[in-house]
């Protein structure tokens, strides 16, 4: 029943976008959330699987696929597809894993390996995409995604080696991060809702465009990543490929792209919380229906 709580986050985020002075704590949030999941994690070699690297060539070939097609019809539109499209692995997609009871190691290398994959490569690809002279360094993008990734999971290590009682303390109050992703989930909508409300009143054609494509990717690679991952790693795999890092794209959008190309990675934040929203409920209702 609490899963029913992300819904009400969104939607309070949609009509009370008021939360959009304070989506900086998003990323202290996240990391608050990773401390969480990395608390019982378990790094081995053994977690790599093939199935990563076809998760991260579909999602390279997704956003590049994305912009050919559209390109004939709008230039503009096939840029917001592909910025959208190309975001890696969420921050946050091994937390949603660790809800459902997931493989989340499985996750945690998918995160890795997009996000560090996506951030060497997008400094050769966007000039071409978007005609731009603006330079984007590799440090700019890398640097901030490995902060937020690492400090929570150096944390959790020392805090196992030096008090293993404190270690299963903080273990047991696991479940706090689901309300910690509730915040979060409110935060990201609002900040969504309040962007489209005061930058694009006009041009609705285009904004409903975006929307509609948006969504067609959101779904897509959620259904391609069920499909990636077969029976051993469907969620895992549909979470890794769907679940993007849409602040990492916004900011990209913002700063290197025209300011409408943002609506895409903005929509996507409503879409992929509605999913994952829903996905969790019915997650929940199946599990205290089986136990």
């Avoid at 969420?90 to 989340?104: D, E, F, M, R, Y």
């Avoid at 060497?120 to 690809?125: E, R, Y």
């Avoid at 499909?227 to 895992?236: D, L, N, V």
């Avoid at 769907?242 to 300011?259: D, E, H, R, V």
Wanted: aromatic share 14%; net charge positive; glycine share 4%.
């Amino acid at each position: 029943m609490k899963n029913l709580l992300l819904i009400v986050a969104i939607t309070a985020g949609i009509l009370f976008p008021y939360g959009h002075r304070f989506t900086f704590l998003i990323r202290y949030l996240l990391m608050a959330l990773l401390f969480f999941s990395f608390l019982d994690i378990k790094i081995d070699k053994n977690i790599i699987n093939i199935k990563h690297f076809i998760i991260l060539i579909s999602l390279i070939s997704a956003s590049l696929i994305s912009y050919f097609l559209i390109y004939p019809f709008d230039k503009l539109l096939a840029q917001t597809a592909f910025i959208t499209a190309i975001a890696p692995t969420a921050i946050a997609a091994p937390v949603i894993i660790s809800l459902k009871n997931g493989k989340v190691e499985f996750t945690l290398f998918s995160l890795v390996l997009t996000n560090v994959v996506i951030t060497i490569i997008l400094p050769f690809i966007l000039p071409l995409i978007i005609d731009s002279g603006n330079n984007i360094t590799f440090n700019d993008i890398l640097l901030p995604v490995l902060v937020t990734f690492t400090i929570p999971l150096i944390l959790t290590r020392l805090i196992k080696a030096i008090s293993v009682p404190l270690w299963e303390k903080l273990i047991d109050l696991k479940d706090i991060s689901f309300y910690i992703l509730v915040v979060n989930v409110y935060l990201a909508t609002s900040g969504a809702s309040n962007y489209i409300r005061n930058n694009f009143t006009s041009e609705l054609t285009l904004v409903y465009q975006i929307g509609f494509i948006t969504a067609l990717i959101c779904a897509f690679l959620f259904i391609l990543g069920w499909f990636i991952g077969g029976k051993e790693y469907a969620s895992e795999a549909s979470q890794s490929l769907g679940q993007k890092n849409n602040s990492y794209t916004i900011w990209l959008a913002i700063t290197f792209m025209n300011p409408i190309s943002v609506l895409g990675p903005v929509f996507y934040v409503l879409f992929q919380n509605t999913y994952i929203s829903l996905n969790l409920y019915f997650h929940s209702k199946k599990h205290n229906s089986s136990s």
